[in-house]
């Protein structure tokens, strides 16, 4: 879905580093999260695990408008958490990178965009799933993720510019307008994915998604002193 598949040079120095800030604040906030939540080993390698499948699904890319292809970040945020989720696509960028999937330069950008989308899908998908099911939940908090991710590569590409382009802003805005438009398909097919993978991981497994669902839980009934 939504990712930034420029080479490094593309954006001018000031604007890698801004966007570097960004993702460091983001995940220094990862890390804050963690830090006040209890990391259990099944945590740990639920995160492992989306980490490994992320980078061989960022592999499998269809060559038009740059290359557009299934993420799973809103996957990853409902399975891993917000936190874990973050650190998880951070080392999918960096791995991305090492191969040439997009350039060092853009691993701010991407890992910016990415966790917003693992922030949107854990808790889109948490706040649906009080009042729908997996599968609704599961379809629609997906494409809001990866909707709103794909203005944000909108925006970012538009204000920071592309180096040594003859596209003005305008003319780039209604470049990166297509892509997002092209992205948006890949959001309801990615929504589907993720809808059938929790229902199913639901029926077989409901207690990997406790974290994400917790806001189900019943409360439990007053004692006779509290009545």
């Known amino acids: 879905m939504a990712h930034v598949h420029l080479e490094d040079g593309a954006l001018a120095p000031e604007w890698v580093l801004l966007w570097s800030a960004v993702a460091g604040a983001m995940v220094a906030l990862a890390l804050f999260m963690l830090n006040r939540t209890t990391i259990t080993t099944r945590k740990l390698a639920i995160a492992a695990m989306c980490t490994s499948v992320g980078f061989a699904v960022f592999m499998v890319s269809i060559p038009v408008f740059g290359g557009v292809h299934l993420n799973l970040t809103p996957l990853i945020g409902i399975l891993a958490g917000p936190a874990l989720g973050s650190l998880s696509v951070l080392a999918i960028n960096v791995f991305s990178a090492a191969v040439g999937h997009g350039g060092w330069g853009m ?3 991407n890992t910016v965009v990415n966790i917003t989308e693992v922030f949107l899908g854990y808790y889109a998908y948490r706040l649906l799933r009080s009042k729908a099911d997996r599968f609704l939940s599961g379809l629609v908090g997906t494409v809001c993720a ?22 003005t802003q305008e003319q780039t805005f209604d470049n990166m307008a297509l892509i997002a438009v092209v992205n948006l398909v890949v959001a309801v097919i990615e929504g589907l994915v993720t809808a059938y993978v929790v229902t ?22 007053p004692t006779p002193a509290e009545a």
């Open 107 to 109: 691993i701010g950008v």
């Open 200 to 221: 199913f991981i639901g029926r077989v497994r409901p207690d990997l998604l406790a974290d994400s669902e917790r806001a189900l839980r019943p409360k439990p009934a």
């Open 146 to 167: 990866l909707g709103v991710s794909a203005v944000l590569v909108v925006l970012i590409v538009t204000v920071s510019g592309i180096q040594d382009s003859a596209a």
